[in-house]
């Protein structure tokens, strides 16, 4: 599928999202817009038929809107999860809850036709646990085939719809550090050699029939091919989980080799190690500015500073490694923000850099007349522990600021008498 059809499509899903929502003025707040307009104290949203209209300062006339007064709050984007398995999983160990995980099968050989559109769960309970934190929007894939691919990634809303996706293929992800040795033989030099001849298998194909009565001597699956094909073109992004700096640098020459690739580096722990080279390569990285120990040995300089010393570089960060967690991205943004990253750089982070990652910044990650009109109120600044969001809008309409943990806290933080202690099924 080509981009224009992807947009085509992403254009399509989201309109059925907004159709039934109302004009909504957002007044008096400072907005952070993560446009070219910055940051406007005492700022109005204008948000008709569920996206952005216009933001300005000052207050309008504002006859036929419905007025929400954020005097004395912050607006940002709605946050972004920048690598998650968001609407795959709820119990990790528990058969039924988990499509994140994969066995073997005969349809792939490479774990690359997985797609991960056909298994979300709009009804996971992560989904409104996340999205009354601010995260409107996510990157959602499998964690684990057991293959040298980790399937076809989505982008998903987190709005309470009953298709979340909003882009199906949305990336292909893989790993090339211990984890990903382990898989492909126990080393790097049996992993490097397989993820070269499969991008290679893939280059071959461009433009060739696939059919079943097609001759096809490749030792990828057909399946395989078509869902690498769009990658080795540079039309989806190739996710790359590289740890130490000797994996990154592989990468870079990778990069180096075959420039059309679309390369993302996700979690770069000694990424600070090689920063001025990713920045040359325009490649960007997605991390965990949490990590500041060596609980492997492809990650022995983890320090607090890498993301500060990355962006001081030159290279776009994205923060929001998680997925049962990935409410406390913002905490780590403030986190990294605390030991060297620009406070701009830290909202950036969660929000334009992500959609800018995806290809789709047109739609999501600033507050723009024509983007989708997801925008959180925060009680104060984000990237503070101890601030809240007070009102979250996905497509324009208010999501309800409830979740499975806020119901159970509501239960039993007083004892009720007329309640049994336990849940019953009714």
Not at 104 to 129: Q, R, W
Not at 404 to 412: E, F, G, M
């Amino acid at each position: 599928m080509n981009k224009l059809i992807k947009y085509s499509l992403l254009g399509s899903m989201l309109l059925t999202q907004v159709v039934a929502a109302k004009s909504i003025a957002i007044v008096g707040a400072k907005v952070h817009t993560m446009s070219s307009q910055g940051t406007i104290d005492n700022a109005t949203v204008l948000i008709k038929d569920g996206k952005i209209q216009k933001v300005m300062q000052g207050e309008p006339a504002l006859a036929g809107y419905e007025i929400i007064d954020a005097k004395g709050k912050v607006v940002t984007p709605g946050l972004i999860g920048a690598s998650t398995s968001l609407g795959l999983v709820d119990v990790g160990f528990s058969a039924g809850t988990n499509d994140s995980n994969s066995s073997l099968t005969s349809i792939s050989k490479t774990g690359a036709a997985f797609d991960v559109s056909y298994a979300i769960n709009s009804d996971s309970s992560l989904m409104a646990i996340a999205r009354i934190e601010g995260v409107t929007s996510a990157a959602s894939s499998m964690g684990r085939t057991g293959q040298l691919f980790n399937g076809q990634g989505a982008m998903i809303s987190l709005g309470n719809v009953s298709d979340p996706v909003i882009q199906a293929k949305a990336f292909i992800s893989t790993r090339v550090g211990n984890s990903g040795a382990d898989t492909m033989g126990g080393s790097r030099s049996v992993l490097w050699v397989s993820l070269e001849k499969a991008l290679a298998e893939a280059k071959f194909a461009i433009g060739k029939p696939l059919t079943p009565i097609d001759e096809w001597h490749g030792e990828l699956s057909r399946a395989d091919i078509a869902a690498l094909i769009p990658l080795v073109k540079g039309e989806m992004p190739l996710l790359i989980d590289a740890r130490r700096a000797a994996d990154i640098r592989q990468v870079i020459a990778l990069k180096q080799r075959q420039p059309q690739l679309n390369i993302v580096i996700t979690y770069a722990t000694e990424g600070w190690r090689v920063a001025k080279v990713l920045a040359d390569n325009d490649i960007p990285v997605i991390l965990d500015p949490e990590a500041n120990l060596p609980f492997g040995f492809d990650q022995l300089g983890s320090t607090l500073k890498n993301a500060g010393r990355l962006s001081a570089a030159g290279v776009k960060v994205s923060i929001g490694i998680e997925t049962h967690n990935i409410r406390l991205a913002r905490q780590h943004a403030g986190n990294a923000v605390a030991n060297g990253l620009s406070w701009d750089q830290g909202l950036a982070a969660l929000t334009i850099n992500v959609a800018k990652l995806y290809g789709i910044d047109d739609k999501l990650g600033s507050l723009e007349a024509g983007k989708l009109a997801d925008v959180v109120i925060w009680s104060g600044d984000p990237l503070e522990v101890t601030e809240a969001a007070e009102v979250v809008l996905i497509a324009g309409e208010k999501v309800d600021m409830q979740s499975r943990q806020s119901k159970l806290r509501d239960r039993y933080l007083t004892l009720q008498t007329n309640k049994p202690m336990q849940y019953v099924r009714p």
